[in-house]
């Protein structure tokens, strides 16, 4: 079993409990799941293990802000995500390991490096005028990202984000781009062998941990100062991010 490894138990671990606290509020913290299990799997089998949590995950969220989401927003940015989600598929199916691991590393590198300008006062290029092709292009952005690292988060943010909808709205229209977004990544990820039975396993055992995390999460954000907290987050995820790419070209 992939968990009886005391390094890949603790890495599994890390990740599913930072994927369990974005789910609860702490959003940053979603995109260091994947690189975080990356350290001690490969890139393709910790991606495959944190797919069932999210789908899991994804029921919570969908049925909280069912009624507060902006169809608008998801109609223009998930055809485009589809587009997204089959080129990772095809790269995914193209290079090695090693290569992908480098892939992952460069993803989490230049979306903390990008989230740390903007807590420096950087500005969003993206107006929220912006017509709804544009939403596409995003839209296919966000789901490359999310097929290769789980990372769809910060293009996503830079689309929407601008338009200040209504924080219920907002949280709704996230909740159900993302639920369709890892649904349809299923099928590419059976393509590719990465639910093998061992990754299965691993995922069950590990998404009651992620309920945990998530209803921690809950009570944290509410008295955590999110200003320092997300930033060294996003110190974190550069860091990882070099770390994955030197392993990569190592």
Not at 29 to 58: C, E, K, N, R
Not at 167 to 187: R, S
């Amino acid at each position: 079993m992939l968990l009886s490894d005391p390094y890949v138990l603790a890495a599994c671990v890390a990740a599913v409990v930072m994927v369990g606290m974005a789910k609860g509020g702490f959003s940053g913290l979603g995109a260091l799941g994947t690189p975080i299990a990356a350290l001690a799997l490969p890139a393709s089998t910790a991606a495959a293990i944190l797919l069932p949590i999210l789908i899991v995950q994804d029921v919570v969220s969908v049925w909280s802000f069912r009624h507060a989401w902006d169809r608008w927003i998801v109609a223009w940015m998930l055809p485009g995500a589809v587009t997204g989600i089959a080129l990772g598929w095809a790269l995914a199916a193209m290079i090695d390991e090693q290569a992908l691991m480098g892939v992952l590393g460069a993803i989490t590198l230049m979306f903390g490096v990008y989230r740390l300008w903007i807590e420096r006062g950087g500005r969003v290029a993206a107006a929220s005028t912006s017509p709804g092709w544009v939403g596409g292009l995003f839209g296919l952005a966000t789901g490359f990202t999310s097929q290769v690292a789980h990372a769809g988060g910060p293009p996503f943010q830079m689309w929407v984000t601008p338009r200040k909808l209504p924080h219920l709205t907002y949280a709704g229209t996230n909740a159900i781009l993302f639920a369709a977004i890892n649904w349809l990544k299923v099928p590419s990820y059976i393509a590719l062998g990465a639910f093998t039975r061992d990754v299965v396993i691993a995922a069950a055992l590990l998404v009651p941990l992620a309920i945990c995390a998530t209803l921690v999460a809950v009570r944290l954000v509410r008295v955590l100062k999110p200003e320092r907290f997300y930033t060294i987050i996003y110190v974190l995820m550069v860091l990882l991010g070099a770390r994955l790419m030197q392993v990569a070209l190592s």
